[in-house]
């Protein structure tokens, strides 16, 4: 009990037990959900870099028409910028396969990576 004579609670368990990731899916059904992962993942990182074209067009003081976007040739430095975006948002999103991967490889768990 506090000080005013409630009850306290403990608290609630953040994670499932017994194991560390319960499983919801069949083997089958990881192999479609991955597949729509990184369906989705490459309509994400398009939409990254049509949204960046259009960034870049603006700061040049260009009307942000189909034709600029469409005429529009990045740097090498923006080139280089969002590979780099894209292969973090790679390592994020696929952190924990990569992990498992990593703890199959070492035979022993796989340390957490904090992003």
Same mark, same amino acid.
């Given at each position: 009990?506090?000080?005013? *004579?409630? /009850?306290?609670?403990? /608290?609630?368990? %953040?994670?499932?037990? *017994?194991?560390?990731? /319960?499983?919801?899916?069949?083997? *089958?059904?990881?192999?479609?959900?991955?597949?729509?992962?990184?369906?989705?993942?490459?309509?994400?990182?398009?939409?990254?870099?049509?949204?960046?074209? &259009?960034?870049?067009?603006?700061?040049?003081?260009?009307?942000?028409?189909?034709?600029?976007?469409?005429?529009?040739?990045?740097?090498?430095? %923006? &080139?280089?910028?969002?590979?780099?975006? %894209?292969?973090?948002?790679?390592?994020?999103?696929?952190?924990?396969?990569?992990?498992?991967?990593?703890?199959?490889?070492?035979?022993? /768990?796989?340390?957490?990576?904090?992003?």
């Amino acid at each position: 009990m506090d000080d005013l *004579g409630a /009850p306290t609670r403990k /608290p609630r368990r %953040r994670f499932a037990r *017994g194991q560390s990731r /319960p499983d919801y899916l069949r083997p *089958g059904d990881v192999d479609q959900v991955m597949i729509m992962l990184v369906a989705l993942m490459s309509e994400v990182s398009a939409l990254r870099d049509r949204l960046d074209t &259009h960034e870049a067009v603006a700061a040049l003081g260009g009307a942000t028409t189909t034709a600029a976007i469409e005429a529009y040739e990045q740097t090498s430095e %923006r &080139h280089a910028q969002r590979e780099t975006n %894209r292969a973090a948002m790679l390592k994020r999103v696929l952190r924990v396969v990569t992990e498992e991967r990593d703890a199959a490889a070492t035979d022993g /768990p796989a340390k957490p990576v904090v992003v």
